[in-house]
């Protein structure tokens, strides 16, 4: 979120949750970054109502965690507050060696059986910006749609 403001980036971790507007093609986004701890997911359902899009940011280079995503991500879809939200996932640290692919992250989701919902899937470096924009196209294009 904040890359994409062109602020300082943060590295300490988010408790609570931070709220920013960003304006970007003449689209205005209310974005909510919320801390993705253990003790903090608890409260992540108090931000669903009224949610349009969920962009969930996947470390790629952690094999060993990624089902906690996978396991989240479908405890969220499955919500009712969230069952107009579409889905824009970040491969996320695709600058480290070792990372896995969108591919993989993908298959590994199982994201071809998520049919109730919009979901797009974008590889990206938080630190470059490199593929950020590339997500947020997608959720303009699902907008105009
Ligand atoms: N190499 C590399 N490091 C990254 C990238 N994105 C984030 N990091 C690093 O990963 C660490 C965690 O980043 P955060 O932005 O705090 O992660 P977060 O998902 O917001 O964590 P919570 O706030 O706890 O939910 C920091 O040290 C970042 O610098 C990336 O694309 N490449
Ligand atoms: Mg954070």
């Not at 071809?112 to 919902?117: E, G, I, L, Q």
Request: glycine share 6%; hydrophobic share 40%.
């Amino acid at each position: 979120m904040y890359s994409l403001m062109n602020e300082v980036v943060h590295t300490s971790p988010t408790i609570g949750s931070n709220v920013e507007e960003v304006t970007w093609k003449n689209i205005h986004f209310l974005m909510w970054d919320i801390g993705g701890q253990d003790s903090l997911r608890t409260a992540w359902s108090t931000y669903y109502a009224g949610t349009q899009f969920i962009i969930l940011v996947i470390d790629s280079t952690d094999r060993e965690r990624l089902h906690i995503s996978k396991a989240e991500l479908y405890q969220m879809l499955a919500n009712e507050d969230l069952r107009h939200a579409a889905v824009l996932l970040y491969a996320n640290k695709q600058d480290l060696k070792g990372s896995m692919s969108s591919a993989e992250i993908s298959q590994q989701l199982n994201l071809t059986s998520v049919k109730d919902h919009a979901w797009h899937i974008q590889a990206c470096c938080a630190l470059t910006g490199e593929g950020l924009y590339q997500g947020l196209e997608w959720i303009a294009n699902q907008i105009r749609r």
